[in-house]
């Protein structure tokens, strides 16, 4: 599944660039329990909050939904 090996990458970069799920949900715009949905791999983020996820995190959106990436 697609939306699985997303989240992980996210929680990934989100743990290596120090932000915790609190901070970056709220960065976001959106509850913890989103993100952690996301993460998880149970919840497609919509394109533009993927970006917008991506922009935090300073990585660019390829970084996130390229399945080689962080490997």
Do not use: F
């Amino acid at each position: 599944m697609e939306e699985d090996k997303m989240g992980r990458r996210i929680r990934a970069y989100r743990k290596l660039k120090g932000h915790t799920q609190e901070g970056l949900a709220k960065s976001a715009g959106i509850s913890v329990s989103v993100l952690g949905e996301i993460e998880r791999g149970s919840r497609k983020p919509k394109p533009e909050l993927l970006l917008k996820i991506a922009d935090i995190l300073n990585i660019s959106e390829e970084e996130l939904t390229n399945s080689t990436a962080n490997r």
